[in-house]
């Protein structure tokens, strides 16, 4: 499984963004895909999942961002809208088989987009 991670940047808040996660690979018809974000000196936080039974969700101010699954594109795609200076971060997105918050059950990963709210 692979999966690329894209869409971040620089933005004022206020601002909304479109991340991409682009993946390939999957063998099984059953899978998860999550987005963590990780600020400096902070542990990695889950964002939001989707899985392939349709079912998504949102773990961190979920009336901000929202999460879906593209599949005949296979990308999932998170809207972070009203962005904040506190969502600073790097996001990534990783594969697992079940929707969930914690990092260590989500192998492999892609490789990171930065997202800096600033003014």
């Known amino acids: 499984v692979q999966l690329q991670a894209s869409g971040g940047g620089l933005v004022q808040p206020g601002d909304s963004l479109t991340l991409s996660c682009a993946y390939s690979?999957?063998?099984?018809?059953?899978?998860?895909i999550a987005w963590f974000r990780q600020a400096p000196g902070k542990e990695r936080e889950g964002v939001s999942c989707?899985?392939?039974?349709?079912?998504t969700t949102v773990y961190v101010d979920s009336g901000r961002f929202t999460v879906s699954n593209h599949e005949p594109k296979n990308t999932v795609y998170l809207r972070l809208n009203s962005l904040k200076p506190a969502d600073t971060a790097v996001y990534y997105c990783?594969?697992?088989?079940?929707?969930?918050?914690?990092?260590?059950?989500?192998?492999?990963w892609g490789q990171g987009t930065q997202v800096t709210v600033s003014s």
């Open positions: 989707v899985s392939s039974t349709g079912f």
């Open positions: 990783a594969a697992g088989r079940l929707c969930n918050a914690w990092y260590r059950n989500f192998d492999p």
């Open positions: 690979g999957f063998t099984s018809d059953y899978y998860a």
